[in-house]
């Protein structure tokens, strides 16, 4: 899938949060959404999933625009949250079923979908458990295995190992770019963290609301000269 | 999207909402005991004093006891609903309505199938304890039980929409409960659900006006005319009128960046 954001801006009442801001997302690739605090990271995702509504520009999904076809567009996108989004009182697979009709799949559906995700997450069986019960690496995995339910062609994840270990960051992290070589995965994982990035990834770098880079991460350290992304990092935004 | 995908998508929600209500069982005990209190405490200490005349639609002089029991059966609803209004900004600032939202399908439909997953609780509810006012004599005709079906369904429609409205405004959880109090309780103790409106008029004309004006006051005259078998068109006319447009402008202002459901601030 290939999705074309075109000249998105947005404000909250005189503040400008996004400035003019377009890229273009290629299919089966990660992308690294790199951005300190405050950047316009969750702004730019409250857009792509439709809890904002656009103010200025278009986003395209495979040429389906999410302005006129909503609908449409919304059923191939998968959101995992910075926050928990997560039922804790209820288990891991009602979860998934109540996600999943969400979406229109019969229970039948999601439970085939939803145990051959927690299969491919290793939680098949806690699938009963509720997820109060869950640590945060196996709630964020449940989280990512609850946005594959209705097979979209882009997973969207907005910051999601805040809050986890260096262990389960790095394991959730590869755990995702595995599902994008293997499902051809569109993915866009929004941080703040440099670690999370490796230089051959899609890098876009979002600065107080402004586009600063959109290339491989290698490009962009040889294009600012420097040694590696921290610095390239450091150097656009003079965060560290 | 096909009406199968609706269809799923409408059970989902019901079982979501049953789910979440067998886990905090302890919710429907205390649901019941309001209500219960009024009924056997208060009802008692007011039997004394305050005599009820024959009025619509009873054929004879009763208790006070079985005058109020309507009036109780909105109380629950209008608590539920309220209750449900808040779980809903819960739900927005712990992220879970942002599930919901992201379904691809229209969102007047998921707003709506939310407020009949939440009345169908608060009914069940409200069957309970018709039950439970047997012990203390207040026996409608049988048929009344079925009878009142639609005008609970039509107050606790009504009464989740404007919770919604409510919660659509609502910027965080702490402002809640000051606004719970402007409206539970105006909206209660200023109906026909604790005293007849003839009452209210001897008492003093312009609080019978505003009970008149109150449409709590129209839901619970529908309720207690369906439950003894009669039909009240105005009161349902009313309460049809008002759940209508209380549910366009709450599914139409359900905005999300005024609601800030993406957080308290922007980033």
């Not at chain 1, 996108?77 to 288990?91: E, K, R, S």
């Not at chain 1, 145990?115 to 019960?133: I, K, S």
């Not at chain 2, 606004?179 to 003093?204: D, G, Q, T």
């Not at chain 2, 004309?205 to 004006?213: A, D, N």
Request: hydrophobic share 50%; glycine share 8%.
């Amino acid at each position: 899938m290939t999705i074309t954001a075109s000249n998105l801006s947005f404000r909250y009442g005189d503040k400008p949060v996004l400035k003019e801001v377009s890229f273009t997302l290629t299919s089966g690739r990660f992308h690294a959404l790199l951005g300190p605090n405050g950047a316009g990271k969750s702004t730019l995702f409250g857009l792509l999933t439709r809890l904002l509504a656009l103010q200025q520009g278009d986003i395209l999904l495979d040429g389906q625009s999410l302005r006129k076809q909503p609908a449409e567009a919304m059923r191939k996108i998968g959101v995992v949250f910075q926050q928990n989004a997560l039922d804790l009182d209820l288990t891991v697979r009602q979860n998934l079923q109540y996600h999943a009709a969400l979406h229109g799949l019969s229970r039948k559906q999601a439970r085939a979908r939803g145990d051959r995700e927690l299969e491919r997450f290793g939680l098949l069986e806690r699938a009963n458990e509720a997820v109060r019960q869950l640590n945060g690496g196996h709630r964020r995995r449940v989280e990512i295995a609850r946005a594959l339910l209705h097979a979209p062609s882009l997973l969207l994840l907005d910051e999601p190992t805040v809050g986890l270990d260096v262990a389960s960051r790095k394991a959730l992290n590869e755990h995702v770019r595995a599902l994008c070589e293997h499902d051809n995965l569109t993915v866009l994982w929004a941080t703040h963290l440099i670690e999370e990035v490796r230089e051959d990834d899609r890098v876009l770098i979002l600065h107080q609301g402004q586009l600063l880079a959109d290339d491989a991460g290698r490009a962009i350290c040889e294009a600012e000269g420097t040694d590696d992304l921290a610095g390239t990092f450091h150097s656009l935004t003079g965060a560290g | 999207m096909k009406a199968a995908h609706y269809w799923h998508c409408f059970v989902g929600i019901q079982t979501r909402e049953w789910l979440r209500f067998w886990q905090q069982r302890t919710r429907f005990a205390s649901a019941l005991v309001r209500p219960l209190l009024w009924l056997v405490v208060f009802a008692a200490g007011f039997r004394a004093v305050l005599g009820i005349s024959i009025i619509p639609p009873y054929q004879t002089y009763i208790t006070y006891e079985t005058y109020i029991v309507p009036g109780l059966c909105g109380m629950i609803i209008l608590f539920n609903s309220m209750q449900g209004a808040l779980s809903m900004v819960y739900d927005r600032e712990l992220g879970s309505m942002r599930v919901l939202l992201m379904s691809p399908l229209p969102r007047p439909f998921l707003l709506v199938t939310k407020l009949l997953a939440m009345g169908a609780v608060s009914v069940a509810q409200v069957y309970v304890f018709l039950f439970i006012a047997l012990l203390v004599n207040v026996e409608p005709p049988r048929w009344g039980y079925l009878a009142v079906l639609p005008a609970l369904v039509l107050t606790s429609l009504m009464l989740g929409a404007l919770g919604l409205l409510i919660a659509t405004w609502i910027k965080q959880l702490e402002n809640f409960a000051g606004v719970m109090n402007f409206v539970i309780f105006p909206m209660f103790f200023m109906s026909s659900a604790l005293y007849p409106l003839w009452r209210m008029n001897e008492a003093s004309p312009w609080l019978y006006w505003i009970c008149q004006f109150n449409p709590f006051t129209h839901a619970v005259e529908a309720i207690r005319f369906s439950l003894y078998l009669q039909w009240n068109p105005t009161a349902f006319g009313i309460t049809t009128g008002v759940t209508v447009i209380l549910a366009l402008f709450a599914t139409a202002g359900f905005r999300p960046q005024r609601t800030r459901i993406l957080g308290g601030k922007p980033a």
